[in-house]
């Protein structure tokens, strides 16, 4: 850390303290140049949520991972690059726009699915099977039969 008195980046932490909330640490530090004294406070930032799994594990958001989803989906199926391309960046805003610290990977699933139903009926399907994860044929049945009748 740049000493505020000298500008040398030469120092050593003689003290370091977590906040009464555990939010955050402060470190007292010396300048080995000027001898000066300073702190800095180190505090966690979050970039993205995290996405809670079904089984209760959490992992970062990857879109990368969200991206090969949607394209699994689609393979060989209508729908323009530019198409999935937009929907993973309309999950993005999504995630930005409600701001929590968790989300569900079943909800990210059925903000992707409602785009898709729209986009194609086939990828859908497949997308759905894969995160709606029917429980058996009947289920898997009652949702095609539902999009049917939705666009019929
Ligand atoms: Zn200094």
């Known amino acids: 850390m740049r000493c505020p008195f000298c500008s040398n980046d030469n120092d050593k ?3 370091s303290r977590v906040s009464k909330d555990g939010k955050s640490t402060r470190r007292k530090r010396m300048c080995n140049v000027c001898g000066n004294r300073f702190s800095t406070v180190e505090t966690v930032v979050v970039l993205s949520p995290l996405i809670v799994k079904k089984d209760g594990r959490r992992e970062s958001f990857d879109r990368q991972k969200i991206l090969n989803g949607i394209i699994k989906a689609c393979e060989k199926r209508p729908v323009p690059y530019y198409g999935i391309e937009e929907m993973v960046q309309s999950v993005e805003r999504w995630i930005d726009e409600i701001n929590l610290k968790e989300i569900k990977s ?47």
Request: aromatic share 12%; charged share 30%; hydrophobic share 40%.
């Open 13 to 15: 932490v003689i003290d």
């Open 106 to 152: 079943e909800d990210i699933g059925k903000f992707v699915l409602n785009k898709l139903k729209s986009l194609d009926a086939i990828s859908y399907i497949r997308f759905a099977s894969v995160y709606l994860s029917f429980k058996d044929i009947n289920e898997l049945y009652e949702n095609v039969s539902e999009l049917i009748r939705k666009q019929s």
